[in-house]
């Protein structure tokens, strides 16, 4: 099998001839991580996703999703895949455990195992003791974990979730993302998952993207990205006369530096701080006989990056 | 057809285990097996099993049972928002399709059979001098036309319901459609004279149970039409995107 669990080449998919959902959209997945897609609201997410799944047909490229082509091969994905989309899809009519028995034959999960395998995924999320009650007289909280079950049912090798977490309070959105963590881990699968909630990407994801109006903006690790956008190293320094302040920008970049608040600070902002490019600026100023006290690197927060990464976009745009 | 089933399966314990509702369709299976196994062999009598026009009047009636549910087959879970889910499975387009039709087929079509075999059994209970039984060739063209009629029906629910956004939308369609139907027998009156005349003498010279089966070939056509349909319309992209 490929390393890839997900490929898209060039993945478009446009409505009504103009609006481009997802335009021109080349990703790579690892098999076995967690990896999120992030982007505002209408940024192509949900629409990537029913694209991987089959359930749109792509306008122009195509996406090779755990080795099966989406164009051709969508039962294939289909049959391979978890998915917890939009809505939590489940029958509310219905109880916890018939809810589980229906995607549990979907899948031809034999009996024994079929009911063992509930047992087990509902006493994990804490839910076996409420599994004969209809599925309607349940918090969001719970009915989003049943979902997360449904979709691990018949252990696929990737799960597809829609913003997990999404309309959870503080509290069930964290529990949530603990099992989420822990039945990943348990059941070592791919995850892609969509959210527009960047703590949620940091703690899950080992690798993120970030998508605007279709387009993919980064991708990468959420420390790379967060190394990508540079950041801001503080120096505290004595004896900084404007003179020696202007000679720093000159040699380093006028926008690269910028004096503190207060004398004797200095902001510098650097695309890409390594120690080196630190060291150096530390060094002229030692040579223009400016002391310095402390060196203290802030790296930019993923939301930061995010919302930067976005309005770069709008701006291009 | 283990995904069939599977289909079959849901829309089952959807319609019978739900609270209020399952009350309700449970209600309404007995009113009709009632109606149909008691009080109307009882108040035609003996000449229940001899005149198939009695039997034939009501062989159609559980189809009314069945509307609700293929009008909810596709708009109602659009509209509960799980017919997304249910599309993202591996279930293959015509194991849903036909789990969704086959379910509410064999629902209003075995509440017939019952009813029928409901009737028979009120009847020789009640008469004496038994036992009574419908004659073959009536049976079974009864039961065909029970079998045709319910199913076009679920076949044009099921096709009204694939594109409507709501159940509600998909029940109004299908009112519509069973106006049209209905209307269908009065059209006679719109052929000219010699036409109708020679549709009367070909009906004439048939007995009941001819005429049965003629109705059931016809409403048998009208069948694969509403298949053939059913099958162009159900396409996973458009469901999601119209």
């Known amino acids: 099998m490929s390393d890839y669990a997900i490929r898209t080449v060039h993945l478009t998919r446009t409505f009504n001839n103009h609006i481009h959902a997802v335009d021109d959209l080349n990703l790579e997945v690892p098999a076995g991580v967690v990896f999120g897609f992030l982007g505002p609201n209408g940024a192509g997410k949900t629409t990537t996703l029913r694209l991987l799944l089959g359930l749109l047909q792509p306008t122009a490229g195509t996406a090779i999703v755990l080795g099966h082509d989406v164009r051709t091969q969508a039962d294939a994905i289909r049959a391979r895949c978890g998915a917890l989309l939009e809505h939590t899809g489940l029958y509310e009519r219905l109880s916890a455990e018939d809810n589980l028995e229906l995607f549990g034959r979907i899948n031809r999960l034999p009996g024994d195992e079929r009911r063992t395998r509930i047992r087990q995924l509902l006493t994990d999320l804490e839910l076996w003791k409420r599994r004969h009650e209809p599925v309607a007289t349940w918090s969001r909280g719970m009915k989003q974990k049943l979902a997360i079950a449904r979709a691990l049912l018949h252990r696929p090798a990737l799960l597809l979730l829609d913003e997990p977490t999404a309309g959870l309070d503080a509290v069930s959105a964290a529990a949530l993302r603990e099992d989420l963590a822990r039945l990943a881990y348990q059941e070592g699968i791919t995850i892609f998952l969509t959210t527009h909630n960047l703590s949620e990407a940091e703690k899950l994801c080992q690798q993120v993207a970030v998508i605007r109006a279709g387009r993919l903006l980064a991708v990468g690790s959420p420390q790379e990205l967060r190394r990508f956008r540079g950041g801001q190293v503080h120096l505290v320094v004595h004896g900084l006369t404007p003179g020696v302040l202007d000679g720093l920008r000159t040699t380093f970049g006028r926008e690269a530096v910028e004096s503190g608040p207060e004398d004797g600070h200095i902001l510098l902002h650097l695309a890409s701080p390594s120690p080196q490019s630190v060291a150096s600026v530390v060094t002229w100023l030692v040579h223009q006989g400016v002391s310095v006290e402390e060196v203290y690197h802030e790296q930019a927060s993923l939301e930061e990056v995010f919302l930067s990464l976005v309005q770069e976009g709008e701006h291009d745009a | ?242």
């Open chain 2, 1 to 242: 057809m283990r995904d069939i089933q599977t289909i079959m399966w849901k829309e089952w314990r959807e319609m019978f285990t739900r609270k209020a509702a399952g009350r309700g369709t449970l209600l309404s299976t007995l009113v009709i097996l009632l109606l149909l196994g008691a009080f109307l062999p009882l108040q035609t009598g003996e000449a229940w099993f001899t005149q198939p026009l009695a039997l034939a009047g009501w062989a159609w009636m559980p189809v009314f049972l069945t509307l609700g549910m293929v009008t909810d087959s596709f708009a109602g879970e659009r509209e509960r928002h799980t017919l997304e889910t249910l599309l993202a499975t591996r279930l293959p387009d015509t194991a849903i399709l036909l789990g969704k039709i086959l379910a509410s087929v064999l629902y209003g079509w075995g509440v017939a059979v019952l009813g029928m075999c409901l009737s028979a059994l009120t009847l020789n209970i009640w008469l004496k001098g038994g036992p009574y039984f419908y004659a073959p060739a009536l049976f079974l063209a009864a039961l065909g036309l029970s079998l045709a009629c319910t199913a076009l029906f679920a076949g044009l629910g099921v096709l009204a319901s694939l594109r409507a956004v709501t159940a509600r939308q998909a029940f109004q369609r299908l009112s519509l459609i069973m106006l049209v139907f209905y209307f269908l027998p009065f059209s006679v009156q719109l052929l000219p004279t010699h036409l109708r005349l020679r549709i009367t003498e070909v009906f004439a010279r048939l007995d009941m149970s001819g005429l049965m089966i003629v109705v059931t070939g016809v409403l048998l056509i009208g069948n694969v039409g509403a298949l053939y349909l059913c099958f162009r319309c159900f396409q996973r992209t458009r469901l999601l995107t119209d």
